[in-house]
């Protein structure tokens, strides 16, 4: 086998490589995406009283908390310089 041929043949094997790795990290990220629509899904349904369950509520409470933090840091800023605290 020559040198060429060999180069060519590593080369088909990266190529076979990478579309086996971003097939993966394709599979991955559909995977993710279907967990974060579940999760919304039941989010919704606990908010709305159609489902009940303690280990939902504590996630759910965590979403809130979030989504209440998320809010208060996207406050518009004003151009008022912050208060310097009282002198001792």
């Known amino acids: 086998m020559s040198l060429l041929d060999k180069a060519k043949a590593a080369a088909n094997q990266a190529a076979a490589k990478a579309k086996e790795t971003a097939g993966e990290v394709q599979q991955k990220v559909e995977l993710d995406r ?26 759910a409470t965590k979403v809130r908390g979030l989504v209440a933090e998320e809010a208060t840091d996207e406050t518009p800023a004003t151009d008022e310089a912050p208060t310097p605290p009282p002198a001792d």
């Open 34 to 59: 279907a967990y974060t629509a579940l999760g919304k899904a039941a989010y919704a349904e606990l908010e709305a009283g159609a489902i009940s369950s303690e280990t939902l509520a504590v996630l």
